[in-house]
């Protein structure tokens, strides 16, 4: 019985930290064609309900045609997100050209 609690604790427990993060993805144009990757971070209050500083792709592919976007919460933006539980929630964006 205490094995199987333990095993039940175990399985939860991997189970919620290896749950998919947040990730939206889209391509403008052709896609990415060079390689070149800029990361920005966006902040957010109340698990993203309020906006502080959020990145803009356009500005960050500099004037490019073709590229991806790719806006996700990382490993790091959700161990702080847990630290701060919700008050500060960051995501991040990558522009790859």
Sequence with gaps: MKKNVQRLIMFLSVSFFL???YTYEMSVGKGAQSGVEVKKMNHYLIYGLA???VSNPKDMAG???NYNVKIQHTF???LINAITFGIYTPTTTT???
Excluded: F, H, L, R
Aim: glycine letters at 20%; aromatic letters at 0%.
């Design 76 to 78: 790091i933006d959700g």
């Design 51 to 53: 906006p502080i500083a």
């Design 19 to 21: 749950t998919g993060c």
């Design 95 to 97: 522009v790859t050209k």
């Design 63 to 65: 004037g490019a045609e």
